[in-house]
Every structure is written in structure tokens, then in C-alpha cells.
């Protein structure tokens, strides 16, 4: 036999009392026991976003959501600016391109965060990009860019949108919608939602809404507006995934019990052991600096390729965690901390990594890194 355990930065484990939530009949999406559910969910969702913005929930992956932030807010030949310090940086500049924006990037060396002075001086010296996209948590690298600073700047400018990549940052980290500005916050249901993959969830402020108006990309599926004004009525403009939103509100329930302020808490905590622990058996993390909350990324020691190490943690100890992405692939792996995850998941996580090390021929005294995340696991806070 062979236990499994999900450790991958999306999709990540789901607690059992949103399966059994899902697990009900299904109901249909009109009629009037769905209303109170969706009507509760947005309710949900401002509270998680820490917004008084709508937040459309879309049936779609996550790149759904960043979709629709592109074509339902700019138009065919607006210049705007992309941060692009990993693979999903990358996707935002790419899906601009898709719908013909002109599109000045940042690209920042992989590993390290966006400096704000690059967005401050990309906006003096073109005040008329009309966006600024960047990720919260940049999952390829396990790198956090500062997006308040970042919203503080971009704030300066009247005609500007602020833009959020927040799949993987939503729930693992801090991040005040409204008070940092955000016009435009994407998440999904995969990462620190706790839920299945299938649902995307965008936050629109009011500046936003009023920039919408103007948009001529073409859209159907994601258009914003029409979905705004049914969403008022919560009902979605097409088909609702009714079991996905079901555990939504399951899911939002749980995390409200626990608070957010804990919730924020329990991940910055189990970043930090697993952060230690890998340093303690003498490996080097990816994000050099500003690592996230959501994953961690680690260097794979020399001589060993991280695929074969992320391939050993899942055929040989059962553990799902993740290789590298793009150009980091075969250099690095990735182990989640991300949602319904607490301390014996990095027990888990780390413990296994040691077995795996070891098994691939790398020196290390079995014992110590999990030594150093118990420690850090048992203190207060
Ligand atoms: C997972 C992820 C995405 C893509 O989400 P899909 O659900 O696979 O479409 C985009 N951005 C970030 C930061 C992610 O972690």
C-alpha cells in the first residue's frame, strides 16, 4: 500500500466537510434553493477579499479569471505593463499579447521579487499605461511580490488599474483589497480555497467597472458586466457549478471559524518550518528573497536533477509535491503549504524529502530538518 499525500501547490487537499457538502444531490442552478447559498458565498467572498467590491465567481480555472481581468477592462492597443519573475508572470504578458495590448513587461530574474522602483519608473517614463499586472504569490518560484507597495504606486494614477494575481496568494497571505488599492484580484478554487479545481473568483472595483465600459476586446463566455448584473441577483449568466459552490460556502465557513488573522498566521508558520528545515540539511531555497507563504521552492543539491527527486517523493513515499516549471525545470521542487494544510503536513512533507535525499545518494543525517520543524511547529504563534 501506498498512502497518498497531496502537498502540490493546486490543487491541494480538500477538507472532508466540504466533500460531504458536495457530495449532496445536485440542485438546479435557478431554482430558489440556490439563491440563499450564492447570495451567502458573495458575502463570503468579500469577507476572504477583505473587500466591498462585487467578486464574480466564474466556473473556470484560474487562468479563466485572468483572462477575463484582461478583455473585459482594456482594449485592443492600450499599452500596459506586465511583472513577469516566473511562469504565471509570463502568462499575463502572453494572454495581453493574445488580445493585442501593447505590452511593456518587467521581467525579473526568477527567484526574486519585483523591485517597486522598476514599476515606479516604467510609470513615470509612460504615464499612459493604462495596467499593471503582477502576481501576489508567483507559485513557479515561490516568490511574493509586495503588492501593497506596489498598489501604493500604481494608486497615483487615475486612469490606471492595479491588477492581482492572487490563485495561489489568496488565503496564505494578507492581502487587503480595498486598503492596498487592488482593482482587479484574481483567485481560484484549486489553491488556498480548499476546494476542487473548476471555480475563479474576480474582485472589481468601482474604477475598474467604470474602465469595463470602455473595453472592446471581444468577450462571450467572461463578460464581466453581464455577469455583474446577474451575479447581483445571484444567479450566474450561464450554467452555476452548483456542488463547486456549494463547497465554497463550506469551505469559506471553515476558514471563517478559524479567523482570519489565524488563518494567515498557521501559513506564515508552516512557511517558516519548512523554510528552516531545508536550510538545516543544507539546501538553498529558490526565492532569494520575499518567499512566499503559499509554497517553497528549493534549489535540488547539486548532482541530483529535481524531477527525480519530486518523482521519488510521489512513487516511492507517496508524496505529491511539485518539480520545477518552464526554466526551472529539473533545478528545483516545490513542496505547498497552502490551505487545508497544518503542522503534519510539513512533518510529512519534510520528512519525506529526507527519505528522498537520502535514497538518491545525498549526505544528510535523517532526522535533522524534521528536528528543526518540529521546533518551530511547537512554538507559540
Ligand atoms: C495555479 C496558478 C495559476 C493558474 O491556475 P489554473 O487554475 O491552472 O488555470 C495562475 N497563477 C498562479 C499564481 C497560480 O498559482
Known amino acids: ?101 501593447d505590452v511593456r ?32 504569490s508567483e507559485t513557479s518560484t515561490g516568490v511574493y511580490h509586495d503588492v501593497k507597495t506596489l498598489g501604493e504606486i500604481v494608486g497615483r494614477y487615475e486612469d490606471t488599474l492595479f491588477i492581482v494575481d492572487a490563485i495561489s496568494g489568496l488565503v496564505a497571505h494578507d492581502l487587503k483589497t480595498d486598503e492596498w488599492g487592488i482593482d482587479v484580484m484574481v483567485g481560484g478554487s484549486q489553491k488556498g480555497v480548499m476546494l476542487p479545481p473548476g471555480l475563479a473568483f474576480v474582485s472589481v472595483s468601482e474604477k475598474a467597472w467604470k474602465k469595463a465600459e470602455k473595453s472592446n476586446c471581444p468577450k462571450f463566455y467572461f463578460d464581466f458586466l453581464k455577469e455583474r448584473k446577474k451575479q447581483k441577483d445571484n444567479q450566474t449568466n450561464f450554467t452555476s457549478a452548483v456542488s463547486l459552490i456549494i463547497g465554497l460556502n463550506e469551505a469559506i465557513k471553515l476558514l471563517k471559524k ?40 528549493i534549489v535540488a543539491p547539486e548532482g541530483i536533477d529535481g524531477q527525480k527527486i519530486y518523482k521519488t517523493l510521489r512513487e516511492k513515499y507517496g508524496v505529491t509535491a511539485a518539480g520545477g516549471q ?35 545518494g545525498y549526505p544528510l543525517q535523517l532526522g535533522k530538518a524534521v528536528a528543526v520543524a518540529e521546533e518551530i511547529l511547537m512554538g507559540e504563534g
Open 1 to 101: 500500500m501506498l498512502k497518498r499525500y497531496l502537498l502540490a501547490p493546486g490543487p491541494t487537499p480538500v477538507p472532508p466537510e466540504v466533500l460531504l457538502k458536495m457530495a449532496m444531490p445536485i440542485i438546479h442552478h435557478r431554482a430558489p434553493d440556490f439563491i440563499p447559498v450564492f447570495e451567502e458565498v458573495r458575502e463570503g467572498l468579500k469577507w476572504l477579499y477583505q473587500t466591498e467590491n462585487d467578486v464574480l465567481i466564474l466556473c473556470s480555472t484560474g487562468t479563466g479569471g485572468m483572462v477575463g481581468a484582461v478583455n473585459n477592462f482594456f482594449s485592443p492597443g492600450e499599452k500596459v505593463l506586465t511583472v513577469n519573475g516566473g511562469k504565471f508572470g509570463e502568462r499575463w504578458t502572453e494572454i495581453c499579447k493574445t488580445y493585442g495590448l
Open 258 to 297: 478559524e479567523g482570519l488573522k489565524n488563518v494567515f498566521a498557521r501559513h506564515e508558520k508552516l512557511a517558516h518550518a519548512t523554510r528552516e528545515s531545508m536550510k538545516a540539511i543544507g539546501l538553498e531555497l529558490f526565492a532569494k528573497e520575499s518567499p512566499s507563504n503559499s509554497v517553497t521552492a
Open 326 to 360: 518552464g526554466k526551472a525545470k529539473g533545478k528545483i521542487f516545490r513542496i505547498a503549504h497552502l490551505g487545508y494544510a497544518d503542522v503534519f503536513d510539513v512533518i510529512v512533507a519534510v520528512t519525506a524529502v529526507e527519505m528522498a535525499l537520502k535514497n538518491l
Open 105 to 136: 513587461e518587467i521581467e525579473v530574474e526568477w527567484g526574486y521579487a519585483v523591485k517597486p522602483e522598476q514599476v515606479e519608473d516604467a510609470l513615470k517614463k509612460e504615464p499612459d499605461i493604462k495596467g499593471v499586472f503582477v502576481q501576489a
